[in-house]
């Protein structure tokens, strides 16, 4: 697959969401940041479709880690639910298995469990979502 965005770099995708630039070699750790079996199957092998959804979910994701680590500098628990919210279905289309059920307890936190759990959590899904958002553009 290979996938041209105005104003990026050239880059290819497989199957696993191993990125190969043509400069870099993949570390093992990272080879499997994401999958994008699914969207390719909900887009029948369209690879424009492919295109534009990748763009989406860079654009998304993008957003959703500012604005998680405003809502919990504020300690805007209710926020910060929304947004797991609505980054879920994108994560799940992407293959971003590492973060399903992270974003699920975000999703569904409530105020009685400590705030270092939520914190921790965050930091989690923002650090992997970055990465993935670094291995796509």
């Known amino acids: ?3 041209t965005q105005p104003n990026t770099p ?12 043509s ?3 993949n ?3 990272e080879d499997e ?13 369209d690879e424009s479709f492919v295109s534009t959804m990748i763009s989406l979910f860079v654009n998304l994701a993008s957003q959703t880690i500012e ?4 809502a919990l500098s504020t300690a805007d628990i209710n ?6 919210h609505k980054i879920k279905p994108s994560i799940d289309n992407m293959g971003i ?6 974003i699920y307890l975000i999703e569904t936190f409530t105020e009685d469990v400590p705030n270092d759990n939520l914190k921790q959590l965050v930091d989690e899904v923002t650090f992997v979502l970055s990465k993935v958002i670094k291995k796509l553009t």
Request: hydrophobic share 35%; no cysteine.
């Open 10 to 21: 050239d880059y290819s995708v497989n199957q696993v969401g191993i990125v190969n630039l």
């Open 1 to 3: 697959l290979r996938i």
């Open 97 to 102: 298995q590492s973060l399903h059920d992270k």
């Open 27 to 29: 570390n093992a750790d």
């Open 79 to 84: 926020t910060l639910r929304k947004l797991a």
């Open 67 to 70: 604005q998680m680590n405003t």
């Open 33 to 45: 940041l994401f999958n994008l079996d699914q969207l390719r199957s909900i887009g029948s092998g």
């Open 23 to 25: 400069s870099e070699k």
